[in-house]
């Protein structure tokens, strides 16, 4: 599969894991848009939230229960934070690899902020 995301998840493309387990991966993204700017992806290639399946519900509830814990880590969950999944090109997915940005760490306005 050649996908950057599956690379990282799988220790073929090295950097900094701030979290894994058997279904997730977390690192910051390259290109920070926040003080706080963590990518978290699940293990198993999913293209995007819109090709989730019905098995792939609870997936999405522990990517988001590890943002809150990445969040309360980082020292933001009382300041404030954002989560973000972009779906398809209006959508402003650029990765094809279903993915959560927590964002946090100033003031956010619209959209990525
Ligand atoms: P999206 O626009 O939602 O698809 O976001 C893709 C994100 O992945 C962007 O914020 C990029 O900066 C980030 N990104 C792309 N390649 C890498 C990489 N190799 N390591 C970390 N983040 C990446
Ligand atoms: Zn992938």
Redesign the pocket.
């Known amino acids: 599969m050649d996908c950057?995301?599956c690379?990282?998840a799988t220790g073929e493309?090295p950097?900094k894991i701030l979290y894994q387990d058997d279904k997730v991966v977390a690192?910051?993204?390259?290109?920070?848009?926040a003080p706080t700017?963590i990518?978290i992806i699940p293990r198993q290639h999913i293209p995007s939230l819109a090709r989730l399946s019905d098995n792939d519900t609870a997936l999405v509830g522990h990517m988001v229960k590890i943002a809150n814990k990445l969040a309360k880590e980082g020292g933001i969950a009382e300041s404030g934070y954002r989560v973000?999944?972009?779906c398809g090109k209006e959508?402003?997915?650029?990765?094809?690899h279903l993915?959560l940005?927590l964002l946090g760490g100033r003031k956010l306005t619209d959209g990525?902020g």
């Open positions: 950057v995301f690379k990282i493309i950097g690192f910051p993204d390259i290109h920070p848009a700017h990518l973000v999944i972009n959508g402003g997915q650029v990765v094809p993915h940005h990525m």
